[in-house]
């Protein structure tokens, strides 16, 4: 069993709909979950952080974790072509684990 | 931008030689982490260095070392490349507290291409 699995999508959302990326993580002990995003040749740019079980709304990102589960989630609101990216969920506990990440496609 | 930079920004190499690649973190940040992503793969984490310190290393060889310099300044060092070497190198730097690896800021990567 893979430590971090994403679905690889792609995930095509209409523009203007809600774009939902999922990740469960085996390790129980995991203590911080982040979403980074990153465009084609570019480098992972974070967009949340979340700790506690719950939602954590920034603008229009909302993360969801659920520990009892293993299980964190990303909701894009009102998804822009700019949005267009992979997705990639991370788990921290002593070290940094990525998923292989989910391809999002926005389409006009 | 998040004020961490890498050199150089891509690089050729033959199989067997040797290569550096080098990072800047933010000032301030205690912590730094390399990752290596192949091509529709997520970051593998190499390893985590604090304060000079290697303080953790994911599943790579020996011949993945690294350094830290106290100017926020760090190397990765790979000897004897081999073809399955070709990636992204990715390093990341945190404020990071007693060695923890939290919210990350990553360079633009150095695109390591070995033939």
């Known amino acids: 069993q893979k430590e971090v699995e994403q679905n690889s999508g792609p995930l095509s959302v209409p523009e203007g709909a809600i774009a939902s990326l999922n990740c469960t993580y085996s390790?129980?002990?995991?203590?911080?979950f982040f979403w980074y995003r990153q465009y084609s040749g570019k480098s992972p740019e974070l967009i949340m952080s979340?700790?506690?079980?719950g939602d954590k709304e920034d603008g229009r990102f909302t993360a969801q974790l659920n520990k009892a589960s293993q299980y964190v989630s990303l909701l894009i609101r009102d998804s822009q072509p700019s949005d267009s990216a992979t997705y990639l969920c991370?788990?921290?506990?002593?070290?940094?684990?990525f998923g292989t990440g989910t391809k999002l496609q926005v389409i006009p | 931008e998040t004020g961490v930079t890498q050199s150089p920004t891509h690089l050729i190499k033959t199989r067997g030689q040797q290569v550096t690649l080098r990072c800047s973190s933010q000032?301030?940040?205690?912590?730094v982490s390399w990752y290596q992503q192949a091509l529709g793969q997520g970051p593998q984490f190499i390893f985590q260095?604090?304060?000079?310190?290697?303080?953790g290393r994911g599943n790579f060889p020996p011949r993945f070392s690294g350094l830290q310099f106290p100017n926020y300044s760090s190397e990765l060092n790979v000897n004897a490349l081999e073809l399955d070497d070709s990636a992204l190198y990715l390093c990341?730097?945190?404020?990071?507290?007693?060695?923890?690896?939290?919210?990350?800021?990553f360079g633009p990567g150095t695109r390591l291409t070995v033939l």
């Open positions: 000032s301030g940040h205690n912590t």
């Open positions: 990341a730097s945190s404020p990071g507290t007693s060695g923890r690896a939290d919210t990350q800021y």
């Open positions: 260095y604090y304060r000079e310190e290697e303080n």
């Open positions: 979340i700790y506690s079980n």
């Open positions: 991370a788990v921290h506990y002593q070290k940094v684990t």
């Open positions: 390790d129980r002990v995991s203590q911080s």
